[in-house]
Nanobody, 117 residues
Framework: QVQLVESGGGTVQTGGSLRLSCAAS????????MAWFRQVPGKEREFVAQ?????TYADSVKGRFTISRDNAKNTVSLQMNSLKPEDTAVYYC?????????????WGQGTQVTVSS
């Protein structure tokens, strides 16, 4: 069983930065794809960024967010710069055991990010 625990959320002003971290436990981490998603109440969860053998980003965050991983520490991070009010959401870390799949098998509990204008 894999457990994912996010941290680093909070409130920041427009233009500010936050760094989210996700710690994974339970399995060998380096073989898996990792991603960040976000969700606003009343809306569907949306993809933000993923990292496997490549990294990809949603167009809305490209150039502002950077996803990275440390396999030795079993962590994945999301550096968020130039934050905008529309980035306000609950951010979720996710893991997929098949990097070639589009489906994620495990999810964290989420961490709130609020960007004030």
């Amino acid at each position: 069983q894999v457990q994912l625990v996010e941290s680093g959320g909070g409130t920041v002003q427009t233009g500010g930065s936050l760094r989210l971290s996700c710690a994974a436990s339970g399995r060998t981490f380096s073989n898996y794809g990792m991603a960040w998603f976000r969700q606003v109440p009343g809306k569907e969860r949306e993809f933000v960024a993923q990292i496997s053998w490549i990294t990809t980003y949603a167009d809305s965050v490209k150039g502002r967010f950077t996803i990275s991983r440390d396999n030795a520490k079993n962590t994945v991070s999301l550096q968020m710069n130039s934050l905008k009010p529309e980035d306000t959401a609950v951010y979720y870390c996710a893991l997929k055991t098949n990097p070639g799949s589009t489906d994620y098998d495990y999810w964290g509990q989420g961490t709130q990010v609020t960007v004030s204008s």
